[in-house]
């Protein structure tokens, strides 16, 4: 349906002040379409110089808050990915925070033990095992199998690219050169191909 652009002034209003997410609207006339984000750190006199630029009634397409909210934080359970070190490719848990810049981790699945880790050698995951604060290995190990950890992690794109680039590693010479003849023949079959639905498609 059409609204008026202080229709659509009056609820980005609204968004914005019940929101610390950005806004994101757009709004169309008669021959010109305008896609418009929002931040609510900016103030709704920016929103009304953007509205008024066009002098005529907007059709309102989408508007939605678009969440950007940081879900990843240091806490108790958290399981993170070892990035490099002497335990570098494995996953830790997180059971306790020493301060800022350490935490106490324990890998008891993945062969890394209870020790002191500087958050600059993590990355964190999405997962969270549910573990008190300083529990013990046993306890570790139990939620951490409950939660399926290892497989979850197996088949996460994350874990994925990490093994295709260590296989890319530990490529010779000889093997890098198969692949590049195994992809210039798929390209040959590809280019084939579309030029003979083009061929078709032209007869039509």
Request: glycine share 2%; aromatic share 8%; charged share 25%.
């Amino acid at each position: 349906s059409t609204v008026h652009s202080s229709q659509i002034l009056s609820t980005a209003h609204r968004s914005l002040a019940q929101t610390s997410t950005s806004v994101k609207f757009s709004c169309c006339c008669k021959r010109r379409v305008c896609f418009k984000s929002v931040s609510s750190l900016q103030t709704t006199d920016k929103v009304v110089h953007l509205l008024s630029k066009h002098k005529a009634t907007y059709l309102l397409v989408s508007f939605a808050v678009v969440s950007q909210v940081y879900k990843r934080y240091v806490e108790i359970g958290r399981v993170a990915y070892v990035s490099f070190g002497p335990h570098a490719g494995k996953l830790v848990a997180i059971v306790d925070v020493i301060d800022q810049n350490r935490a106490l981790v324990d890998g008891p699945c993945t062969a890394v033990k209870r020790q002191a880790m500087p958050f600059k050698c993590m990355q964190l995951t999405d997962y969270v095992i549910k573990v008190p604060h300083s529990a013990r290995q046993k306890f570790v190990r139990r939620a951490w199998e409950k939660a399926q950890v290892n497989e979850k992690w197996s088949q996460s794109s994350w874990a994925k690219k990490i093994e295709a680039r260590q296989k890319r590693a530990k490529m010779s010479d000889f093997d890098r050169y198969k692949v590049m003849k195994a992809k210039r023949m798929r390209n040959k079959i590809i280019r084939h191909e579309v030029k003979k639905l083009q061929k078709e498609a032209a007869k039509k």
